[in-house]
């Protein structure tokens, strides 16, 4: 059973501009949760998502969004990029909404320069 | 609020030693528990969780956890460590209300030879 895969693994972007992230759950899981992870402040919550609508979300501007596909894949755009984006994303499904086991990705790794 | 935090950022231990990595959350209600562990290069993986029921709980690779209600702390234990055992480790909790997992801001572990 394929894991959670996630593209592109690594990317550097300038301030300003915008990016998309990929994600792909598990075959069957329904929700896509994605977390941000810096050095020191360990993983912060973006949003999640499950049948294609967002469900929860974390404390993060409005530059941060994301959306569910029919296929439960997903994908999240940060617009005007801003050096302190810099980080891992993490993207987790699971079989259900709410404080279930996650199965993480390997993240893509963003560089703001 | 909802929150995590973990006692050390960073643990410097010889094989052979024990650990206890504290972990407290600060939750009304009915709470489920996890550690993670991110091994270098590696994504994100379950290492033991507690939903209900015995609150020892055993997981992968020797690790344990304890689930003192009254103390609001899930502390991951292993007896004796080995050098593999280095990697970064992370304590979560999330209520069965719907609501996303939180994540401690981690404890990095090396375990030196």
């Known amino acids: 059973k394929a894991g959670v895969t996630q593209t592109p693994r690594y990317l550097i972007k300038t301030r300003g501009q915008q990016v998309t992230l990929s994600c792909s759950p598990i075959?069957?899981?329904?929700?896509v949760s994605w977390y941000q992870q810096t050095p020191g402040q360990g993983l912060q919550f973006l949003f999640e998502y499950f049948s294609e609508t967002q469900r929860n979300k974390g404390n993060f501007p409005g530059r941060f969004s994301g959306r569910q596909f029919s296929n439960s894949r997903s994908e999240m755009n940060v617009s005007t990029l801003e050096l302190g984006d810099s980080a891992l994303y993490l993207c987790?499904?699971?079989?259900?909404?709410?404080?279930?086991?996650?199965?993480f990705g390997e993240g893509s790794r963003l560089t703001v320069l | 609020a909802q929150s995590v935090s973990q006692h050390n950022h960073h643990v410097i231990l010889s094989e052979a030693a024990s650990l206890e990595l504290g972990c407290n959350y600060s939750y009304g209600g009915t709470v489920n528990l996890f550690w993670y562990v991110q091994y270098p290069g590696q994504h994100l993986q379950l290492l033991l969780k507690?939903?209900?029921?015995?609150?020892l709980v055993k997981g992968i690779k020797g690790f344990e956890a304890e689930f003192i209600k009254s103390k609001f702390s899930f502390n991951l234990r292993k007896p004796s460590v080995q050098w593999s055992d280095t990697a970064e480790y992370f304590c979560?909790?999330?209520?069965?209300?719907?609501?996303?997992?939180?994540f401690g801001k981690g404890t990095s572990l090396l375990v030196t030879p």
């Open positions: 075959s069957g899981h329904r929700s």
């Open positions: 987790a499904s699971s079989l259900s909404l709410g404080a279930g086991e996650l199965f």
């Open positions: 507690y939903f209900s029921g015995d609150p």
């Open positions: 979560a909790a999330g209520s069965n209300s719907g609501y996303a997992l939180n």
